[in-house]
């Protein structure tokens, strides 16, 4: 029993290893040179196409919420989260183009690579314009902060290792490959990782639904056990059509000025890109959101008492 025990961690350790090497490979070869401009290194030379473009939308503005999250919401809410989720940020998408299409047509024009910048060609106020940067800052540490957190809590989950220990290597190799290949190397990565984060949500789903006869049955018995799972209200019973169309609303005029997204309307390659990026990010959500919230109703027939905090584990736990 120990053999195996051992041997299972080893491929842990082995798959996770190989993990952290591949991000150091792709930041590593898709680097920006020592003396490029800041444009290059900050902006990926203005140069995002479509699909890099997408992912690294998709990527920056998800990630830790998308893996924890929604599955702990998809536990104690229910279907009811998926549309404020899947439809309410595909909906956002309409402000890319609105918003971003501008942002990207006057930061091209007069060489503009930060928002606190735009704020300053725009309004020639510098107070402003370091009172919006200030604010940037601030509420951005947050949500830098809630990455490696999650990160941390996965590989205890998966590995055993310490948090603390945990979310310091994943912040470690993070630093390693922006610091090294700027905007470029953490748009690519965030293609890699996207990429494997859907692969990884579609086994997650499978592999529960798999286990409890195929994803109708388990459906069944999770609507014969909790029948508030599949209403509207959803399991808490808060959902009123108010509190959707406020959800809607937040996306659509939130979302689009989170500095981690604002920043990357200056890199895009072309307004096609923009224009391309908003008609796939809502199909994007719809994929991205499903599988999480799936896995968080159907996880009450594997966990059917978890509170709290511990609902927001139940997609590492399955």
């Known amino acids: 029993?120990?053999?195996?025990?051992?041997?299972?961690?080893?491929?842990?350790?082995?798959?996770?290893?190989?993990?952290?090497?591949?991000?150091?490979?792709?930041?590593?070869?898709?680097?920006?040179?020592?003396?490029?401009?800041?444009?290059?290194?900050?902006?990926?030379?203005?140069?995002?196409?479509?699909?890099?473009?997408?992912?690294?939308?998709?990527?920056?503005?998800?990630?830790?919420?998308?893996?924890?999250?929604?599955?702990?919401?998809?536990?104690?809410?229910?279907?009811?989260?998926?549309?404020?989720?899947?439809?309410?940020t595909g909906f956002m998408a309409l402000s890319f183009w609105v918003i971003g299409r501008k942002v990207w047509q006057v930061g091209r024009e007069r060489g503009l690579i930060t928002p606190p910048e735009l704020v300053l060609a725009l309004y020639q106020n510098r107070p402003l314009s370091l009172l919006f940067a200030l604010v940037m800052i601030v509420f951005t540490i947050p949500y830098l902060a809630l990455q490696p957190m999650a990160a941390g809590y996965a590989l205890q989950e998966v590995t055993g290792l310490p948090y603390r220990w945990g979310s310091a290597l994943v912040t470690g190799v993070i630093l390693l490959y922006t610091l090294r290949g700027g905007m470029r190397s953490v748009a690519w990565t965030d293609l890699f990782q996207g990429i494997l984060l859907l692969a990884l949500l579609a086994a997650a789903l499978s592999v529960v639904a798999g286990h409890h006869g195929g994803f109708a049955a388990a459906s069944a018995k999770v609507l014969a056990l909790k029948p508030e799972l599949f209403s509207r209200p959803g399991g808490l019973g808060h959902y009123t059509p108010g509190i959707w169309f406020s959800y809607m609303a937040l996306w659509f005029l939130c979302d689009p000025m989170f500095p981690q997204l604002f920043q990357r309307f200056f890199a895009a390659k072309s307004e096609q890109a923009i224009a391309r990026m908003m008609l796939l990010y809502p199909f994007i959500c719809t994929v991205v959101f499903l599988p999480p919230i799936a896995v968080g109703v159907l996880g009450h027939l594997s966990f059917p008492d978890l509170a709290g905090k511990q609902a927001d584990r139940i997609l590492p736990m399955v």
Not at 4 to 29: C, Q, R
Not at 40 to 66: E, I
Request: aromatic share 18%; charged share 10%; glycine share 10%.
């Open 1 to 88: 029993m120990a053999s195996i025990f051992e041997e299972a961690m080893a491929t842990k350790i082995l798959i996770l290893s190989a993990y952290f090497l591949v991000l150091l490979a792709i930041g590593y070869f898709t680097r920006t040179h020592w003396r490029s401009t800041p444009a290059a290194y900050f902006l990926a030379d203005r140069r995002l196409g479509t699909l890099v473009l997408l992912a690294t939308m998709t990527a920056t503005n998800f990630s830790a919420f998308t893996v924890f999250g929604t599955s702990g919401a998809g536990y104690r809410d229910g279907w009811s989260f998926f549309p404020i989720m899947g439809f309410g």
